[in-house]
């Protein structure tokens, strides 16, 4: 007899999911058989909107390409813009942007144990661990005015000040998250449940992760030696010795499964300890912005032709921005977009083929997805396959509106 | 059959209902404040089962209907019926004498696979794979629930709950059968989150995996009879623990001279309290310390090493008696 298959569709909306996008599984039993993975589902058009903006206003635009990780989109932005008309921030403002670089990276790493813990049920590890989160969300709140979405980073400097006082309090949060990080490594990675759920899932060899051009935590957990920060420094990374973190330094091995991303993160926060707390040391005195005036700073854009390609080690992996100044506008006339999502997502389809249903929250959970960081592009195909414009979509959409107006029997 | 019995019969049931959504609202704020939440107030699920019998109740198209419609009042009527096997405190259990342990075991499984069903026949892909879940975690912890009441069995030659109720076990076992019973007291413990569908056994219905599986096609009135059932079943497990193992009443302990209405109202508080203990212990501290586990871990640890404790208790009370 043969074994009856179920279609388990996985999204666009589902509890695992905390943004939408789709996983159709084909299932025997407990085992998927099949599976597609779907995007497009969160596309907001945000790099065409930048293109009709001028540069300072496309900055701000870009810190909402994130939902959780604001500053990794402006980083990336900024040091790709200088590149770009060739200016350089002040010392200062690089200290200060590798800080808040780094303050964010914590909080999204803590995030994630949360979420990882929470897709297996553990939800009083969630709740514990973004208990512990909010320290750091007070600190850069501190810092620079909200909890998120900063808008501190400028085109050449940041736009606020760490201050003496600013700094005792970063301290004493430094010294609160080394005892924190010490009793979440022994929580993650000694609870026997935990370690049953992640030990085997979503195992990642070398080979794979270089061949889906995974980034980030996932690449580094299967071994691979990959970080912006080591590898193309920029801002105070420059000075610091910055050495990306893979399992194989820790435990000898990497096995590239869900236990080792959980380890690559943890130490990862030690390591982002480290780094501010030796920008707060050395942070050297200055002005914190290149070219004040906002004005000057557009016009100079305006006077601008040329192009630029940089990135941001953002906490989930590398976010590359590609601008192109024309010279005749004073704001991008292409900006393009890669986020580690999109990269990362690659690696579903492969991982969940043999995997159990059980699996499927921690699969889709382990790279930390972020599907508004990933839709940069949303395509529509009618019935042939044929892809509809979007002239033709428009009046599609107007045609509804006004059938279902009709049926309904709604006048205006 | 006394009037007695009938009121009993009538005023159980409703005490059942009260007591299963107080101890579910105590749950919640309890597992709360241990997750540093402040929790919803007490009364939250009589509110839930207010707000579930007033929405629409929606039967899937391809569903079978009568048979998905069936299985939550099936569930609802095997856990009232349970509580007519529950000595409360120093009362008999109204049904006494018309079935015993081995009928609260057909009871709680019932209840089980009138959700299994319910899900088979909602056809819905995650109803089915909850509902297959569940049939594997059913039988895997079946055999050591049997033990237990097998070891009961033994030492008190008897399956009457009242009987077993009357006379504390640890009074009638010897030293060597002590130790069965508490081997036994363990695996029931361990059994316990898994028949209620509670963290780390509630794979059946795990919200990130399969939307809450079994019950994701049920709404309305169907979902709140199983919210009862459910509700009313945490109630009676933990009641069946307290009855089965730590069945002292405080004039035992205490030596008091109660009688009358203060006699009853005491040892109904007093029972009311155990059931609590055992409730917050055996539920709620376990739902909150643990991840889920995957099928085939949650049904390793059944097959052996709960199976492993039940086996040696159930020999050590045949060697005790």
Not at chain 1, 370 to 375: E, H, K, L, S, Y
Not at chain 2, 189 to 194: E, K, N, R
Request: hydrophobic residues 50%; neutral net charge; contains cysteine.
């Amino acid at each position: 007899m043969a074994k009856t298959q179920y279609y388990v569709p996985v999204g666009p909306i589902h509890p695992a999911l905390k943004e939408p996008i789709r996983v159709e599984a084909r299932v025997e039993g407990e085992k998927i058989v099949e599976v597609d993975v779907k995007r497009g589902f969160a596309h907001r058009g945000i790099e065409y909107m930048g293109m009709k903006r001028n540069a300072i206003q496309t900055l701000y635009l870009s810190e909402r390409i994130c939902g959780i990780c604001s500053i990794s989109h402006p980083y990336a932005f900024v040091v790709t813009a200088e590149k770009a008309l060739g200016i350089e921030a002040p010392p200062r403002a690089q200290y200060i942007r590798t800080i808040i670089g780094e303050l964010e990276r914590i909080h999204s790493h803590i995030l994630w144990l949360g979420v990882v813990a929470h897709e297996m049920g553990f939800d009083s590890l969630l709740f514990w661990t973004w208990k512990g989160r909010e320290r750091l969300l007070d600190i850069l709140e501190l810092l620079t005015g909200n909890r998120i979405n900063y808008s501190v980073f400028m085109i050449g400097g940041v736009r606020r000040d760490i201050k003496e006082s600013h700094v005792k309090a970063i301290k004493d949060m430094i010294s609160y998250y080394r005892i924190f990080n010490k009793e979440m490594k022994e929580v993650f990675l000694s609870d026997p449940v935990y370690k049953a759920r992640t030990r085997g899932v979503a195992q990642l060899s070398k080979k794979m992760a270089l061949e889906l051009n995974a980034v980030g935590p996932v690449a580094r957990a299967a071994g691979v030696r990959m970080d912006i920060r080591q590898d193309i420094p920029y801002d105070a990374y420059a000075d610091i010795d910055v050495r990306a973190v893979v399992p194989q330094d820790i435990v000898g091995e990497a096995r590239g499964d869900a236990y080792d991303i959980t380890m690559v993160r943890l130490y990862e926060i030690d390591q982002s300890l480290d780094i501010i707390e030796y920008c707060l040391d050395e942070m050297p005195e200055g002005k914190l912005m290149a070219i004040p005036n906002y004005v000057a700073l557009l016009a100079k854009i305006r006077r601008t032709q040329g192009e630029a390609i940089g990135a941001h080690e953002a906490p989930r992996g590398e976010v590359i921005h590609y601008i192109k100044f024309d010279g005749k506008r004073d704001g991008p006339s292409v900006w393009k977009v890669i986020a580690p999502s999109y990269n990362n997502i690659n690696t579903w389809a492969p991982l969940l083929l043999g995997a159990e249903v059980a699996d499927i929250p921690i699969v889709v959970a382990y790279i930390d997805p972020c599907m508004c960081c990933n839709d940069r592009i949303a395509v529509v195909r009618d019935e042939d396959g044929r892809i509809i414009d979007p002239a033709t979509l428009h009046r599609k959409a107007v045609e509804k509106t006004k059938r279902i107006k009709d049926e309904l029997g709604v006048r205006e | 059959m006394t009037p007695e019995t009938l009121i009993y019969a009538f005023t159980f049931p409703v005490l059942g209902v009260f007591l299963g959504l107080v101890y579910k609202g105590i749950d919640r704020r309890f597992s709360a404040r241990l997750t540093s939440r402040i929790g919803p107030p007490i009364r939250q699920p009589f509110w839930d089962v207010g707000k579930l019998l007033l929405k629409e109740t929606v039967v899937p198209e391809n569903a079978i209907a009568w048979i998905f419609n069936a299985m939550p009042i099936v569930s609802f009527a095997a856990s009232m019926t349970l509580l007519l096997y529950i000595p409360f405190g120093v009362l008999k259990a109204p049904l006494e004498g018309y079935g015993d342990l081995i009928v609260i075991l057909y009871l709680l499984t019932l209840q089980s696979l009138a959700m299994a069903i319910g899900g088979f026949a909602s056809g819905s892909p995650f109803s089915s794979v909850g509902a297959q879940r569940e049939m594997v975690l059913m039988m895997s912890y079946e055999m050591p629930l049997a033990t237990v009441i097998v070891g009961f069995a033994m030492l008190y030659r008897s399956f009457s709950l009242t009987t077993i109720a009357s006379t504390p076990v640890w009074g009638v076992a010897g030293p060597l059968a002590a130790m069965g019973v508490l081997l036994l007291l363990i695996a029931l413990l361990a059994v316990t989150p898994a028949e209620l569908a509670k963290l780390p056994f509630d794979i059946a219905e795990a919200e990130t995996e399969i939307c809450e599986g079994m019950l994701a096609e049920y709404s309305g009135r169907n979902l709140a009879l199983f919210y009862l059932s459910d509700a009313v079943r945490g109630f009676a497990m933990a009641a069946l623990e307290v009855v089965l193992f730590f069945p002292f009443t405080l004039t035992s302990i205490l030596n008091l001279g109660l009688t009358g209405t203060a006699y009853y109202v005491i040892e109904a508080l007093w029972f009311l309290f155990k059931v609590l203990v055992i409730y917050l212990l055996a539920i709620t501290l376990v739902r909150t310390s643990f991840a889920r586990f995957r099928i085939e871990q949650a049904s390793r640890v059944f097959w052996v090493y709960v199976n492993i404790i039940a086996l040696v208790g159930l020999v050590l009370v045949w060697l005790g008696v």
